[in-house]
């Protein structure tokens, strides 16, 4: 009879050990894998180091230019906009894209009466692509967020400069 | 360390939780050491943390220092004096009371040099030519000159890979990766034809039965193998297979047999994997290999998320190495691959692996650290 108790507690003990470590592990999956989803961004991370990446240049010079395969370019793409065409692809460089009312940007949005001549500029930096405002007076958006000081952008952010919203695609 | 990584830490106490309850169970007096092991490896990771809180990349500066010191850590035992050969591998350390596997700490030390030398030489590593190979090597190849000198063939694996894994990462050439997998195939088959240790192994690993009584090495009579040789693993898989889904429960394995003498050799050591399998049952060993899975994701993670190259190579490495580890004893115990004995991180008993495991988090926790803080105030 005893013996037959000790059996059933060991039992029990043993499935609410089992139970528990699941419980730990599902737990550190659960808010672990949210971490990913928010703060990952940008898919310009790889385990791989890309080649020729700045400060890590001294080596550059012994061979040939540093190659830029693997790396994938940045791009923002059109989803609404009265100056300029839905769907359109804009590549951003290593060199910074100003955007903003008249001829002088890199992206003129003539005909988008809410942005302001020197407007927003997007800049490739070595740990991604990211947007700052220059001066807007109605301010530069990513995600519904008002931009005050650099931001670096992640996959899929949207971007609203004036009436014009971009998709970040890396 | 506010930005590292908040997951690691829990998971690696997990571990340490998990194999110091299984070695008590086996061996109470080897637990109560392994306890000890564990402070001081809890206190070499606080001083490595607080050494290197500022910035741990000026390590990268000695890298070659690093890169000899794991030589002569890997050296050591087969010096004449202070060398012990324990089961016919020479990998063992006595300096007075004092036993350990320097091998281990090495690994880490290896790791290190690796990270400061493929950052520096990567881009020239990435054209191919045969001669910026030189150097590196010169050290891996002595490396494993060591290993197979004191035929510790599971050290010999587990820094091979993690050579290549850190090669890929430096230079996003899986060609690199495919052509050391060939010479390794090459010299796998060397080796197989020359070490009668390697036969063996192969031999245990793909036919541990046999219905005739075979040679046995050991007493040089004949016996079945799976009294002789294979012993060992064909006794784990049993206890493995006794465990079945749910498992015995904790303290209700069978490991000894009527008259009290332990079934499986080096049970807490190379074979814990078996134990636990008994013990807790299919269910139990899964969620063990998820918690190892979990930890490797994250460093992983720490890997893709550092910036710049010594960073990620260290992570890289260090998560890689700890991987392979664990899949070349839980294989090696499963009979996936041949069994080569190594410890299972964390879980293991053993002072050495649970002093360098401690020091590897380390590692992981200060690049997280820096990497996220980066991040963060960016």
Request: charged residues 15%.
């Amino acid at each position: 009879m005893n013996g037959i108790e000790v059996d059933e507690a060991l039992l029990i003990l043993k499935i609410a050990f089992i139970v528990l470590l699941y419980l730990f592990i599902w737990r550190i999956v659960r808010s672990a894998s949210r971490d990913f989803r928010t703060g990952g961004g940008g898919a310009q991370e790889s385990m791989i180091i890309a080649p020729g990446r700045s400060g890590e240049s001294q080596a550059a010079s012994v061979g040939p230019a540093p190659q830029t395969r693997g790396r994938t370019r940045a791009r923002l793409v059109v989803l609404e906009s009265p100056a300029l065409a839905r769907g359109e692809e804009i590549p951003v460089d290593a060199a910074p894209v100003s955007i903003g009312r008249g001829g002088q940007n890199d992206i003129p949005l003539d005909g988008d009466e809410f942005s302001s001549a020197r407007h927003a500029r997007f800049e490739t930096r070595r740990d991604g692509l990211w947007v700052e405002d220059t001066g807007s007076t109605n301010g530069t958006f990513v995600n519904g967020a008002r931009v005050t000081t650099p931001r670096r952008l992640g996959r899929g952010d949207v971007v609203r400069v004036g009436q014009t919203d971009f998709r970040v695609d890396l | 360390m506010p930005y590292a990584d908040p997951y690691l830490l829990p998971l690696a106490a997990l571990l340490t939780a998990i194999g110091v309850t299984t070695i008590y169970r086996l061996e109470p007096d080897d637990a109560f050491r392994q306890s000890l092991w564990v402070v001081i490896g809890v206190a070499f990771f606080a001083v490595a943390l607080v050494v290197y809180r500022h910035d741990y990349r000026r390590v990268e500066r000695y890298k070659y220092l690093f890169g000899l010191g794991s030589l002569v850590l890997l050296a050591l035992p087969a010096l004449p004096g202070i060398g012990q050969t324990i089961n016919g591998a020479r990998l063992w350390v006595k300096v007075g009371p004092l036993q350990f596997q320097p091998g281990e700490l090495a690994k880490i030390l290896l790791i290190v040099f690796l990270a400061g030398y493929l950052r520096d030489k990567r881009e020239v590593l990435a054209q191919g030519r045969l001669k910026d190979f030189g150097p590196l090597l010169l050290i891996w190849g002595a490396a494993m000159l060591v290993l197979f000198q004191t035929n510790d063939l599971g050290s010999a694996l587990l820094q091979f890979g993690i050579f290549l894994a850190m090669v890929y990462v430096a230079t996003g050439r899986a060609s690199f990766v495919a052509a050391g997998l060939a010479l390794f195939l090459l010299g796998a088959a060397a080796v197989y034809q020359v070490v009668d240790h390697v036969q063996q192994r192969v031999t245990i690993w793909l036919q541990p039965w046999t219905e005739e009584p075979v040679l046995c090495a050991q007493t040089g009579e004949q016996a079945l193998r799976q009294d002789c040789g294979s012993f060992q693993l064909v006794k784990s898989l049993y206890s493995i297979g006794n465990g079945g889904f749910g498992g015995t429960g904790l303290g209700q394995g069978t490991f000894t047999t009527t008259t009290g003498d332990p079934i499986i050799p080096y049970l807490n050591t190379d074979f814990i994997y078996s134990a636990i399998a008994q013990e807790l049952g299919l269910v139990g060993a899964a969620a063990l290999l998820l918690v190892y899975m979990l930890f490797v994701a994250r460093g992983m993670r720490v890997a893709i998320r550092a910036d710049d190259g010594f960073s990620k190579l260290l992570a890289a490495g260090l998560t890689f190495g700890f991987a392979l580890q664990t899949f070349i004893i839980v294989g090696g115990v499963l009979r996936v691959i041949p069994l080569t004995g190594i410890t299972l991180p964390f879980v293991s008993y053993g002072g050495s692996s649970v002093v360098a495991n401690f020091v590897l988090l380390a590692g992981l926790l200060l690049v997280s650290n820096r990497a996220n803080a980066q991040h963060t105030l960016r």
